[in-house]
């Protein structure tokens, strides 16, 4: 089973709202990660947590703020976005280490109006 | 600069035949590679990874990896309109964590 799952599919919010996207996964993977896809370009990376710690910040404005509150959850805080923040919010899991593949999941959605 | 090159297509090939999508990457330390098939409006979605040189055949799939050229190539055989899609190349530098640079992506385009 290589399943990720991520809430909500869609979510709309103003510039002054405070939201939280979800991620889960139940493949044992120790490495959780955060990434922002805007339409027609690749993936960007956020954020990286490996065994629950962050490990990689992208240099992400503070208005994201990640969290990994157990192995199997990722969650992506958001508060005072731009509407260029606009995007489909991605998260992915690996197993911890370098050559591991990463699964990601369908996606958020995200329209800051 | 880790960079990895990809022509952004549309590559076009009729329905039968092999598609060959093709990735050049810069950092020579990179030790894994990934191509990923995304549809439009969805998540990308991994059908291959190679770490050693040479040749990965899965089903119709084939992963072709060259380190001493830095470059990366998938083939696909029989190609189905289903596989039309926008391919990205992705590789791990040598960092210690499997942080990916992600290609712009080719969009394959398959006529029946």
């Known amino acids: 089973d290589t399943e990720v799952t991520q809430t909500p599919k869609h979510l709309v919010m103003g510039m002054t709202n405070k939201k939280s996207l979800k991620c889960e996964q139940h493949?044992?993977?120790?490495?959780m990660y955060w990434y922002k896809q805007k339409a027609k370009k690749p993936p960007e990376l956020m954020f990286v947590?490996?065994?629950?710690?962050?490990?990689i910040n992208e240099s992400v404005p503070s208005r994201f703020s990640p969290e990994c509150p157990n192995s199997s959850l990722l969650n992506l805080h958001l508060h005072a976005l731009q509407p260029e923040d606009s995007a489909l919010y991605l998260c992915?899991?690996?197993?911890?280490?370098?050559?591991?593949?990463?699964?990601f999941g369908p996606g958020t959605r995200l329209t800051v109006t | 600069q880790k960079e990895v090159e990809q022509n952004s297509g549309p590559l076009s090939v009729p329905e039968g035949a092999i598609a060959s999508l093709n990735c050049t990457y810069s950092?020579?330390?990179?030790?894994?590679f990934f191509w990923y098939r995304q549809y439009s409006g969805k998540s990308p979605e991994l059908i291959m990874f190679?770490?050693?040189?040479g040749d990965k055949e899965d089903g119709r799939f084939t992963a072709q990896l060259n380190k001493a050229s830095q470059y990366v190539s998938l083939l696909i055989r029989d190609s189905q309109p289903s596989d039309s899609a926008t391919y990205l190349c992705?590789?791990?530098?040598?960092?210690?964590?499997?942080?990916?640079?992600f290609g712009k992506g080719t969009m394959l385009l398959v006529s029946p």
């Open positions: 992915a899991s690996s197993q911890a280490g370098q050559l591991a593949e990463q699964y």
């Open positions: 493949m044992g993977h120790r490495a």
């Open positions: 947590y490996s065994y629950e710690k962050l490990s």
């Open positions: 950092d020579r330390g990179s030790q894994s």
């Open positions: 190679i770490y050693s040189n």
């Open positions: 992705a590789v791990s530098p040598n960092s210690g964590y499997s942080t990916l640079t």
